[in-house]
């Protein structure tokens, strides 16, 4: 069969979807003499919280922060450990080593590519203290099955949820789930502050320090020691960080959330047309869904059935890219990489699904803006690499 003609244009693998209403909200900030934490930040927690259904949210800069301060405020200290997937990205574990704490990594199942109950029960010792399972690709994991391990053996379930805005486990919300649940608003994720973080939880407690951490460690309301009602006077009590969202970041976080769901279905739409197109293509294997929950589709991944095909993931990408189609890999496996090898001895084989995916992951180009065409040229291009390099 013949290659199908690449397009004029470069598909990005990634465009926000940023409207008027954004530009607007920025400028109207911009103009209201108040540019970092202010009312605006207050909204948008207030929204979002009222979104995923818990009692308090903590927007901060990022997930990371999030994520950082959710273990902070679960009292993570040296010589903890923190069960973690292999399969996500570096942040994930990363703020388990800023306390001081051991990621213990653990293996993923080879359909979801979501963290694998029976190797967080396998990875529990009497050192173990939390446990952060990835909504992978925002594909709610098995949260019962986690909750209750994590029940049975007294440890707190942190939740990267940095790829679950909207995802929904069953009748329930993703970000009222867990004990503390944290999301992503960098510039590529299903809603973008351009660089922001929310910590969402129930538990008014980790939510106070969590917000004091966020800002110097100085009392909670220090943000407001500039205003009118503000004081000066402040103390500090705690050694804290500086991971507070301005109301630049928030005003664009407000009208997003407004889309939330309309962007949800348009990248779901994006998800079926490929689903669709790929089911009989027998060198790719599409992602999995749960019919029971809802899938946030921030990434699309499919897995390259090698076997099958005269090339590898990377002549795969390479191609694509010639066909003017941008993708991505996720992800490169925690125990991959040279830190993890070289401070934990970890070998490639030690996580077997993790380490078999990612030769034949790509993560293919999802998000509200694309086109109709947009979405033909990437299942053309893909469909036709296929054609041509089938074994
Ligand atoms: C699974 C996962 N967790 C955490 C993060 C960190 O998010 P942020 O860039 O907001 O710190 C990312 C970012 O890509 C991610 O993919």
């Known amino acids: 069969m013949p290659e199908a003609a690449a397009r004029d244009d470069f598909l990005p693998f990634h465009v926000p979807a940023i409207g008027d209403e954004e530009i607007a909200a920025v400028v109207d900030v911009l103009k209201s003499g108040w540019l970092t934490t202010g009312s605006k930040v207050k909204e948008f927690e207030q929204e979002f919280c009222r979104f995923v259904g818990a009692r308090h949210g903590v927007a901060v800069n990022s997930a990371t922060a999030a994520l950082h301060l959710a273990l902070a405020a679960i009292g993570i200290k040296e010589g903890d450990e923190v069960i973690v997937p292999t399969m996500t990205f570096a942040a994930t574990a990363e703020v388990v080593l800023y306390l001081k704490a051991k990621p213990v990594l653990v293996d993923c199942s080879g359909d979801t590519l979501n963290i694998d109950p029976a190797a967080i029960e396998r990875a529990i010792t009497p050192r173990t203290k939390a446990i952060i399972p990835v909504h992978f690709a925002g594909e709610p994991c098995d949260s019962e099955a986690i909750l209750s391990l994590a029940r049975a053996h007294g440890l707190k379930v942190i939740e990267d949820a940095a790829h679950a805005l909207p995802a929904r486990d069953h009748s329930q919300m993703i970000g009222s789930i867990g004990d503390i649940t944290c999301f992503s608003f960098y510039a590529t994720k299903t809603i ?200």
């Open 192 to 391: 973008t502050t351009g660089e922001g973080g929310m910590a969402t939880t129930n538990n008014p407690e980790w939510a106070d320090r969590m917000r004091m951490l966020s800002l110097h460690g100085i009392s909670h309301d220090a943000w407001n020691r500039y205003s009118s009602e503000g004081s000066w006077y402040y103390e500090v009590t705690h050694v804290g960080y500086k991971y507070n969202l301005t109301d630049i970041a928030a005003s664009l976080g407000i009208e997003q959330l407004k889309k939330c769901y309309r962007f949800a279905d348009a990248r779901r739409r994006v998800a079926d047309a490929y689903t669709a197109a790929f089911t009989d293509v027998a060198e790719i294997r599409t992602p999995f869904s749960d019919p029971d929950k809802e899938h946030a589709w921030h990434l699309y991944v499919i897995q390259l059935e090698l076997e099958r095909l005269t090339i590898n993931r990377s002549e795969f990408i390479e191609l694509l890219r010639k066909n003017k189609i941008g993708s991505s890999v996720h992800f490169i496996p925690l125990h991959f990489h040279p830190y993890y090898r070289q401070t934990f001895g970890y070998q490639p084989a030690d996580f077997p699904n993790a380490a078999d995916a990612y030769q034949r992951i790509v993560s293919l180009p999802i998000y509200p803006d694309m086109t109709v065409t947009d979405v033909e040229d990437v299942i053309g291009a893909v469909r036709s690499i296929v054609d041509g390099h089938r074994r």
